[in-house]
């Protein structure tokens, strides 16, 4: 009976694995990790705040439309004649009718709608620009967080390892403590040193979920945080280019530097449109006139044409010339301004990216090694008497912290990778 009954427990305990790893597995399929650049691709196709600026785009090519469009003709039918009393007894009210339709067109003169449609266009192109802007300073708060993601998963494996790695201490403390070649007191510090391990752990994932939130909240994705991931190489590249080449590409590919540029050509446009609306532009009028009080049975029906020209005598467009000139010169200032910004950007995420190169090349080539003898070797004097409680808790904490110091500074250098790209304009550090 027993038998029969450890059996049943059996099964019933193998069919709750199987049902576990099968949930395990569905829940890890779900679960999907994605690349810088499927993340990139995703914020680019969904993120609302980069289609809103693009439509705005649109609206400004629909615009240039509106700039080439000819002046309307005019179309204007008059009547006079129209008898109101009888004449000998009777009433014939359109016996001496008469009916003129003209037609008359404002000739636009000195290529004033080429001249519209040029400055539309050059508006078009500065929106152009202005979203690609925008676009690369999204990228760059997106790129921050897939970083922050980064640093957080690293964070989260480091912790998990060292939690593994002093739990193995705590076992083996507490087998020396009952062979009693531990104290009590000794046993106690370091399990109650544990509560760090644990706490740097729990902070850790809260950081990754949180940081995946972010990025989530850029995309516009509703996914779950849990099935949601990503995954990159978390590492450092030591090869630095010089930084004119860094300075060239950045006149080449800022968005902004470039919709500056454009906003002075657009001024130069507008002038010579200032210029232009300053001529006198002549309205052309003909007509047809159906008389039939004429004496003349030959001149019931008469042809005409009109020249109406303004004399601008007073109004020559004068103050809106002098407004453009001054605005061409604005436009200038503006862009020397812009091209000294490019400049200290870039210096500026040039020496962040090489000063955190230096720090983790002496990282990688001594530091790392140096703490991790430290920390074996204190911990195997201590196992063995030859070292005090206080020096191998000083070699755990040291060891964490140069660990976690190296993986923070990866991050960092990351970041400031992601910043010099901002700075040129373009992905030049991946």
Not at 203 to 209: C, F, W, Y
Not at 238 to 261: S, T, W
Not at 286 to 314: C, D, E, K, M
Not at 329 to 349: E, M, P
Request: a neutral charge; proline letters at 2%; one cysteine or more.
């Amino acid at each position: 009976m027993n038998s029969r009954r450890a059996s049943r427990l059996q099964s019933l305990l193998c069919f709750v694995v199987s049902i576990g790893l099968m949930l395990q597995g569905q829940f890890l399929r779900a679960q999907r990790s994605y690349t810088w650049d499927e993340i990139k691709s995703n914020f680019e196709a969904s993120n609302p705040i980069l289609k809103a600026d693009a439509l705005s785009v649109q609206e400004m090519k629909a615009a240039e439309i509106t700039a080439y469009l000819r002046p309307n003709p005019t179309l204007t039918v008059s009547s006079d004649g129209t008898q109101i009393a009888r004449y000998q007894g009777v009433w014939k009210p359109t016996t001496g009718t008469q009916v003129s339709p003209a037609i008359s067109y404002l000739r636009e003169r000195q290529h004033k709608r080429e001249l519209r449609l040029e400055s539309a266009q050059q508006g078009t192109r500065i929106a152009t620009s202005l979203h690609g802007d925008l676009e690369r300073s999204l990228l760059f708060t997106l790129r921050t967080q897939f970083v922050q993601t980064l640093e957080a998963k690293a964070v989260v494996d480091l912790s998990r390892q060292e939690l593994e790695y002093y739990d193995k201490v705590i076992e083996i403390s507490r087998a020396r403590f009952k062979s009693g070649d531990l104290a009590q007191i000794d046993l106690d510090r370091i399990e109650l040193l544990r509560v760090q391990y644990e706490s740097d752990l729990q902070t850790a994932e809260v950081n990754l979920r949180t940081a995946k939130i972010q990025i989530l909240q850029m995309l516009n994705d509703r996914t779950s945080v849990e099935q949601f991931d990503v995954q990159e190489t978390f590492e450092f590249s030591d090869q630095l280019q010089q930084l004119e080449v860094f300075r060239q590409i950045a006149l080449d590919n800022r968005p902004d530097l470039k919709a500056a540029l454009e906003s002075v050509q657009q001024a130069t446009t507008n002038h010579q449109l200032a210029i232009a609306n300053g001529s006198t532009d002549p309205t052309f009028g003909g007509w047809y006139t159906y008389n039939p009080s004429f004496n003349n049975a030959y001149a019931h029906q008469t042809i005409g044409a009109s020249v109406s020209i303004p004399l601008r005598l007073f109004d020559r467009n004068q103050g809106e010339k002098e407004r453009t000139q001054l605005d061409i010169g604005r436009n200038q200032q503006l862009t020397d301004a812009t091209k000294a910004q490019v400049f200290g950007d870039v210096d500026s995420a040039y020496e962040l990216v090489n000063g955190n190169v230096i720090l983790l090349r002496s990282y990688r080539g001594k530091y790392l090694a140096q703490a991790l003898r430290v920390r074996d070797t204190v911990t195997y004097a201590w196992q063995h008497g030859g070292a005090s409680l206080m020096d191998f808790l000083n070699a755990q904490s040291d060891y964490r912290g140069v660990q976690l110091a190296y993986l923070q500074l990866i991050g960092s250098y990351l970041t400031a990778a992601a910043q010099l790209n901002l700075a040129v304009g373009r992905e030049v550090i991946q």
